[in-house]
């Protein structure tokens, strides 16, 4: 399987510094490294850390997108040669800098199949939004927002309600209100990171929901039978504007035999080869995850259901 990367982005001073942290303190059960612009920059407690702490690198060559070619690459392919093997990699962009050309190289096939570009997160601080009225005209926050599956709105306890509101509203110029969420003392929704473990149902198809936190639904649905690709990206793209995310390993009738990799991250969706030695016990698992309340499960289910070659007897 490939490692997934998680890169952070957002102006100086937003909060990425704090989010990494948390994301290093609390790693929910995974072994994750970090690669930053300034490891000094970063209050790290190697006692809190514990065994992530070494997991750190520091490239003090200034911004990582001016040497994808050299320092950031050389770093992952070292990280990638650790043993055990990191169950993922957070990356730090520099607060001046645009993350479009690091994006583009982390989706590059060769490196994509070594180590998967997961999610992009920019990090926007409510109170620098509220004060500086024109930054929504600065053609470098707008390309970091822009190449952003999630943003996460930071400092909000430092403006008021309206002002909250107001924030918000500017945001949604540029990306659906679904994929912004408040981040509190560097917290986010853990479904907005890594992406989810599938469920594997020994009984097929089956539409399975739980609610993982109150704001969030997430919905598994397994099948013996491949899907039909045309009819599969139709359903993708009715729905996807109730999704934050989905992910699932799926064999269409198009390329029998051939498991595929779906991922729908904010609104990024690709398809491509799955990794290989990939367990795979049914045909089609999918998880899928929305805001509460945002996702028509009775609907879901049955478009599924249409999308597979075959039935499953009565």
Known sequence: MATPILLITGFLGAGKTTLINRLLAEPQGRRLAAVVN??????????????????????????????????????????????????????????????????????????????????????????????????????????QLGAADYIALSKTDLVSPAECDRVRDRLRRHKPDRVITHMVDGRIPPELLFSADLHRPSAGPALKSMMALPAFQTVSWTSRFPLIMARFQSLISEFATSLVRAKGIVEFAERPGQAMLFQLVGTRATISPAPTGVPQADAVQLVFIARSGALDEAALAARLAACCVKQLDE
Do not use: H, Y
Request: hydrophobic fraction near 45%; charge should be negative.
């Open 38 to 143: 300034d490891f000094g920059a970063i209050d790290i407690d190697a006692a809190l850390l514990g065994s992530v702490s070494e997991g750190v690198v520091s490239l003090k060559n200034g911004c990582i997108c001016c040497s994808l070619q050299g320092d950031l690459l050389r770093t992952l392919s070292m990280i990638l040669r650790r043993v055990p093997t990191p169950d993922g990699i957070v990356i730090e962009t520099s607060g001046v800098s645009n993350p479009s050309e690091i994006v583009g190289a982390l989706l590059d096939p060769v490196i994509f199949r070594e180590a998967a570009l997961d999610a992009v997160i920019c990090v926007t601080d409510a109170r620098m939004l509220t004060d500086q009225a024109d930054l929504a005209d600065d053609a470098l926050w707008k390309s």
